[in-house]
C-alpha cells in the first residue's frame, strides 16, 4: 500500500494525514475482495525498515494502528472477516500487540475472507528466522535434515496456514518487491499501478482481477493445447 506520503504531500498535508487516508481506503477495498471471491487479502502495512522512518510518524502509525484496531473490530467480526497477523512480535509496542491479538482472537471463527496483515514485516528477517527454527529442531533431533523441503520451509514461515498469493498489486508507481514475501511471491502474478494507495479504489482491484484472468499461468510447464494466447484463463485470483 504505497504512496500515502506522496499522496499527502501533494495536498500540502502531513505525512500522516496520508496514512490516516490510507487506512479509509482499506475497508472497502476488502469488502470488494470478499464479493469477487478473494479468500486472502494481505496488506503490507508496515514493514521492518520502516522503523528508520522519524520517530513522530513511526508513533502516529502506531497510533493509527491500535486506533483502527479497535474501531474496526466489530465491524471485522459481523463482515466475516479473520485478521492474521503477518510479521514479528518483537519491536512492536505493546499497546499494538494487545490489539492485534485480541483482533485476532475476536475473529478466529470467520471464513467469508482472511485479512493478513504484514506488520513489521521483512522476508530477508522471516528466512533466517525459519532457518534458525528448521536447523534447531534439527539439531534438538526432532527434525531430519533429510526431510526438509518447500512444505517444511512454508510451515516455518509467518504466512504458514495461507496459500501463497497468486496476484501482488504494488501502487505508486514503484516496480520493486521491497522486501515483501519472496518466499511466497514465487510464482505470483505481479501488477503495477500508478495510482497511490488512498486514492485506490474496489474499481481498481475489479480490474486487477480482470487483467489477471486474462493471463496464462504454467508454473514452468506449458499451456494446453486446448488453450491458446486469446483464450480466457481457467484460474481466478484468490489470494492477493
Known amino acids: 500500500m504505497d504512496g500515502n506520503g506522496r499522496w499527502a504531500q501533494s495536498r500540502g498535508l502531513p505525512r500522516v494525514d496520508g496514512h490516516r487516508a490510507g487506512a479509509l481506503a482499506i475497508r472497502p477495498v476488502l469488502e470488494c475482495a470478499a464479493e469477487i471471491g478473494i479468500q486472502v487479502l494481505t496488506l503490507y502495512s508496515f514493514s521492518s525498515e520502516n522503523w528508520s522512518r522519524p520517530v513522530a510518524e513511526v ?5 493509527l494502528c491500535v486506533e483502527k484496531l479497535v474501531e474496526e473490530r ?7 472477516v479473520r485478521l492474521k497477523r503477518v510479521g ?3 519491536g512492536l509496542p505493546t499497546r499494538v500487540l494487545d490489539e492485534l491479538d485480541a483482533t485476532e482472537q475476536a475473529t478466529a471463527a470467520c471464513n467469508r475472507i482472511t485479512l493478513a496483515l504484514a506488520l513489521n514485516y521483512g522476508a530477508r528477517a522471516e528466512l533466517v528466522a525459519a532457518a534458525r527454527h528448521l536447523a534447531t529442531r534439527a539439531t534438538e533431533g526432532s527434525l531430519a535434515v533429510d526431510t ?6 512454508s510451515s516455518a514461515l509467518c504466512t504458514s496456514g ?3 498469493p497468486d496476484l501482488l498489486i504494488r501502487t505508486a508507481g514503484q516496480q520493486r518487491l521491497s522486501n515483501f514475501l519472496l518466499w511466497q511471491l514465487s510464482y505470483a502474478e505481479l501488477l503495477f499501478l500508478d495510482v497511490l494507495w488512498p486514492d485506490f ?10 487483467e489477471f ?8 510447464g506449458v499451456l494446453p493445447p486446448t488453450l491458446s494466447k486469446g483464450d480466457p484463463n481457467p484460474l481466478s485470483a484468490r489470494t492477493v
Open 59 to 63: 508513533d502516529a502509525l502506531m497510533a
Open 74 to 80: 466489530d465491524g471485522l467480526v459481523r463482515s466475516g
Open 88 to 90: 514479528l512480535r518483537d
Open 148 to 153: 526438509i523441503d518447500e512444505a517444511q520451509v
Open 162 to 164: 495461507l496459500p501463497d
Open 201 to 210: 479504489r474496489p474499481t481498481h482491484l475489479r480490474d486487477a482481477a480482470t
Open 213 to 220: 484472468a486474462a493471463r496464462k499461468r504454467t508454473f514452468g
